[in-house]
């Protein structure tokens, strides 16, 4: 079973979630890993890595899309541990991290049917992510909130 979470192409860690996935799934209080010049808002408040997001408070319902690499699953560990939010990662069902962070820790996961197209940093649409992705959530709330979404979107809400 592989460490890694991901690999991805031209080695950048910052993808920016889709402006209607954060729509549909409703208003956030914290994004704790924000790019520093977004060119939409995806939370109330946002951390950027100026502020370095693990290391700060968080509060209220936390929208997560990690950096993706070595250190992603520090940021969804620290989101179990706030107990409420939403975090979007890829879905490498086959990686330690899925089964040791995900499995016995989060109340629901939306696995997207394909696979998602993030934006570049200046909004701009990337090509398709070189792996499937999908919605971890952590609290009831959540949990509503994806089940309202998979009307939105194809694919399956696994209830944990």
């Known amino acids: 079973m592989s460490k890694d979470f991901n690999t991805n192409t031209k080695n950048n860690d910052e993808w920016l979630t889709p402006p209607d996935i954060i729509k549909a799934l409703g208003?956030?209080?914290?994004?704790?890993?924000?790019?520093?010049?977004?060119?939409?808002?995806?939370?109330?408040?946002?951390?950027?890595?100026?502020?370095?997001?693990?290391?700060?408070?968080?509060?209220?319902?936390?929208?997560?899309?990690?950096?993706?690499g070595r250190e992603t699953f520090k940021w969804i560990d620290k989101l179990a541990t706030h107990g409420n939010g939403i975090?979007?990662?890829f879905a490498r069902t086959e990686t330690i991290g899925l089964h040791d962070h995900i499995w016995n820790c989060a109340d629901a996961v939306f696995f997207f049917k394909g696979r998602l197209k993030f934006h570049y940093v200046d909004g701009?649409?990337?090509?398709?992510?070189?792996a499937p992705s999908c919605l971890v959530?952590?609290?009831?709330?959540?949990?509503?909130?994806?089940?309202?979404?998979?009307?939105?979107?194809e694919g399956v809400t696994i209830i944990l």
Do not use: M
């Open 124 to 130: 701009t649409q990337g090509g398709a992510a070189n």
């Open 87 to 89: 975090a979007l990662i």
């Open 27 to 68: 208003e956030f209080d914290l994004d704790p890993s924000s790019p520093i010049n977004r060119p939409w808002e995806t939370a109330k408040k946002h951390y950027t890595v100026e502020d370095d997001g693990l290391v700060q408070p968080w509060e209220g319902r936390v929208w997560c899309n990690p950096p993706y």
């Open 137 to 153: 959530t952590y609290g009831k709330e959540n949990v509503n909130a994806l089940i309202e979404f998979q009307d939105k979107y």
